[in-house]
């Protein structure tokens, strides 16, 4: 009988010989292609499917503990990154210039009058969620406002941004409700200049703002209690719109209002967009490339610390569920107290978990900067470093906010339909599911379970590679040759190897609370 262990180490012996084959080959197609987006696609594709294949792992739901080993996807998703680290440092200078590049895929012709319908519908369905969450149904699972807000919006909503095509500009409940009150402003008292915006608040109140959402995502003891979702949703939607009246909605949005700086932030990541009439298709994250900054945001260090933010939250989110969190806080994971009797060690823990991460960060790009050359045109201060390269964390915040939230919204999107079936009462079907169930059954069975935890680790893999490449563009716009690149980015892709063990870590982790 062949020895099960011996077995397995040949078989990873195996696939190493073949991902070194793997590398030669690709290093020469980057070599020849280097200026082609197709080149780039094929070490993404190449990389997520060769090492998933042997993986022999289970995945769950956040209910679930997992129960047979996790070595293997953990050293197969980590061994992805080192490659593609690896890969790199063959590549010339100039070898990812061609990330930027995206292929024209037809015009589009804006309509003004589609627009304003849109946003007119989107301002009343918003009102008609607030009227739902103060006299509708106490239960989170059947109101529309909890399922809207957090199933429909922050989950679904804020993956087909970031991955796929834009669509917050369309939903933005403020849009009608801002041009209304400037109207109304220049007809009773004339036309009105807005305010500038102060220089020295720069991006705070977003740092400020998402801070505080994921203290009541994660530390408020009712945040799915439709009555005060709706009255904390009203009240920001109101002080929001008296912001935008001042200063400009433009200047707001991208300054003050937290939804639209996650939206259009993780909007630059996304694949399809729309560039002077243009729709076109790119490799994620290529208008960061090309323009070397996220949209919504300039290089400041204000913007870095939220860009930074949106990482070290969702980061947070997984590990403050995990035993290991548990333990450090004298609490249960079997008789857990509610919320409410951790509340002060959740708010500890957003805090001190972010500012490790900013931290380390910087002190590693700083340690790269410094290694890389002793010329002074290359030396920058630590907090101009930061605000360059912490867009290049990004994809990763991105990955890990897909991953973390798709089991959960795999099982609460079943709710959603249930309620835009029986919107016009229960003897009114409008989607035909007067017999169907919501269920979790898919996570009790193997091939299932396998299958979602693949799509899980496979992005969490695939937002690495893509900030290992981000990072290295970012660089090789700032150095003169390939060793200088090379060197500046050596702790960058310790810190990402490490972080792709972190995130799988903290999907397979067993969950309590």
């Known amino acids: 009988m062949i020895n099960s262990k011996m077995l397995l180490r040949k078989i990873w012996a195996q696939m190493i010989l073949v991902q070194m084959i793997y590398a030669q080959i690709l290093a020469k197609i980057i070599y020849r292609w280097r200026q082609s987006v197709m080149a ?40 992805v990154v080192a490659l593609t680290i690896v890969l790199l440092a063959l590549v010339p200078v100039t070898g990812t210039s061609g990330l930027h590049h995206s292929l024209a895929l037809c015009r589009i012709k804006r309509r003004r009058g589609v627009a304003k319908s849109i946003h007119f519908l989107a301002f009343i369905t918003f009102f008609w969620l607030l009227s739902s969450g103060w006299y509708g149904t106490t239960d989170p ?59 020295r608040l720069s991006y705070w109140p977003g740092v400020l703002l998402l801070f505080g959402f994921a203290a009541f995502t994660l530390a408020d003891p009712a945040p799915t209690d439709p009555s005060r979702l709706a009255s904390i949703i009203f009240c ?64 400041h260090l204000s913007a870095a610390f939220f860009l930074l933010m949106l990482l070290g939250v969702g980061s947070f989110d997984g590990f403050n569920e995990t035993f290991v969190w548990l333990s450090w806080i004298n609490v249960n994971p079997l ?6 009797a951790i509340i002060v060690p959740t708010l500890s823990g957003i805090v001190f978990a972010n500012l490790i991460l900013i931290m380390i ?33 990004l994809p990763i915040a991105l990955a ?27 003897n009114v079907h409008i989607l035909g599911l007067q017999d169907f169930h919501v269920t979790d059954g898919f996570f009790k069975h193997l091939d299932w379970v396998r299958m979602i935890w693949l799509t899980q680790a496979g992005i969490v893999v695939a937002g ?3 900030s290992v490449l981000m990072a290295h563009h970012l660089a090789a716009g700032r150095y003169s040759n390939r060793f200088e690149t090379l060197v500046s980015q050596l702790p960058v892709a310790l810190f990402m190897i490490g972080y792709t063990w972190l995130g799988l870590w903290l999907l397979a982790a067993p969950k309590g609370g």
């Not at 798709?406 to 229960?426: H, N, R, T």
């Open 464 to 466: 690495h590679v893509i």
């Open 335 to 340: 008789d857990f107290p509610g919320r409410s």
């Open 236 to 299: 920001y939607w109101l002080i929001t719109l008296i912001g935008m009246v001042v200063f400009g909605f433009r200047t707001w949005s991208r300054h003050a209002e937290l939804f639209s700086m996650i939206m259009l932030s993780f909007g630059a990541l996304r694949v399809i967009s729309i560039c002077a009439g243009q729709l076109r298709l790119g490799m994620p994250g290529w208008r960061v490339m090309r323009n070397r900054q996220v949209g919504v945001v300039k290089p």
């Open 40 to 79: 780039m696609l094929i070490i993404l594709v190449a990389s997520l499917l060769m090492p998933i294949k042997l993986s022999f792992a289970h995945a769950s739901g956040q209910s679930f503990v997992m129960l047979l080993p996790t070595d293997f996807y953990t050293l197969g998703g980590v061994f």
């Open 141 to 199: 699972l059947k109101n529309p406002l909890t399922l809207g807000f957090w199933t429909v919006f922050w989950m679904a909503l804020v993956m087909v941004e970031g991955l796929f095509f834009g669509v917050w500009r369309w939903l933005n409940p403020w849009v009608f409700a801002y041009h209304l009150s400037r109207r109304i402003i220049e007809r009773l008292i004339g036309r009105q200049k807005v305010m500038p915006w102060p220089q």
């Open 400 to 426: 890990y906010h897909v991953a973390h939230y798709l089991p959960s919204l795999l099982v609460e999107i079943q709710y959603v339909g249930l309620a835009i079936d029986g919107m016009f009462g229960k």
């Open 361 to 393: 960060f910087g002190v590693l790009i700083w340690l790269g900067m410094m290694a890389a050359s002793d010329s002074p045109q290359y030396r920058l201060s630590l907090t101009r470093l930061i605000s360059l390269y912490a867009a290049s964390l």
